[in-house]
């Protein structure tokens, strides 16, 4: 992995992804893909390459792998769960003929692709607890659906074309960079802005609702090492369950009371989202990731907390 194109880069794991890569990475040339109306900025655009990149347009895309002998895509243009229920047909054009698009141009041109599933990827059948890497799927919205077909096609593309597709089922991700944008999980995001601001936060998932979370150096951590990691281990491809921590709203806001007691909290349940999440695992098994590629993450419910309370301090210049 040396000449990388981040498609979806100014978006909340792209953002910091491509930052992590440049860092990271010796040697390596990061262009960072985006889409008009979303253009890098700061220490994105300054830091290297930049180049309009909608994963609808595969000449485009074959045009900038040319330019700058691309060798891996980490492909992150997608609608989140609670857009993509909104607007199903935008999500499967991006998701899906967006994703064609990049498959094809990586066959041609000799590419390794990251595309992420997710936790909502899974549907109400579904084990709960300890969901399996391979078990039923089945999901109910439009973003999973789309997820699965990804896992599906990016698998077709390995086996029939030899291209090397590569994923990780990501749970809710969790940063102190990017704001999120729209999905089932973001709450546990917001709540951090408004303890850390004062004010009340409004929670649109009911108590006792639990999920996988992740803090976001983990979730980058996790789609470097999948795409370095020694091919001849891996038995999976398309898609790892990853975790880190799993949590109902309640045990997330009193973690966050021991560091800001005054945080207060009220519900509004939204029922799109708390369907979705409904739908949802409590907990996945990642053993087969620890065990191919040896997975890990680093960050607990307490020290991801401690860190996004500091950060966010900083970044809103709040004492």
Known sequence: MKNVLV?????????????????????????????????????????????????RDAKALAEIVDKYQIDTIYNLAALLSAVAERKPLLAWDIQMN??????????EKGCAVFTPSSIGSFGPETPRVDTPQDTIQRPRSMYGVTK??????????????????????????????????????????????SAVKGEEFVCPIGPGTYMDMMYMPD?????????IADPSRLVHRNSFNIASMSFEPEQLFAKIREYIPSLKVRYEVDPVRQAIANS???????SCARKEWDWKPSFDMDSMTRDMIDALRKKLQIS
């Open 7 to 55: 498609i979806g880069s100014t978006g909340q794991i792209g953002s910091e992804l491509t930052m992590k890569i440049r860092r990271e990475i010796a040697g390596s040339t990061v262009v960072a893909g985006y889409i008009p109306g979303a253009e890098p900025k700061g220490i994105l655009l300054e830091s290297g390459p930049a180049e309009v990149a909608d994963v």
């Open 98 to 107: 967006g994703l064609i698009n990049i498959l094809e141009v990586s066959r």
């Open 148 to 193: 699965v077909s990804t896992e599906l096609l990016s698998d077709y593309y390995f086996y029939k074309y030899g291209v090397d597709t590569r994923s990780v089922r990501f749970p809710g991700l969790i940063s102190n960079v990017t704001l999120p944008g729209g999905g089932t999980t973001d709450y546990a995001v917001e709540v951090y802005y």
């Open 219 to 227: 979730a980058l951590k996790a789609a470097i090492d999948i795409m």
């Open 280 to 286: 949802w695992p409590d907990k996945m098994d990642d």
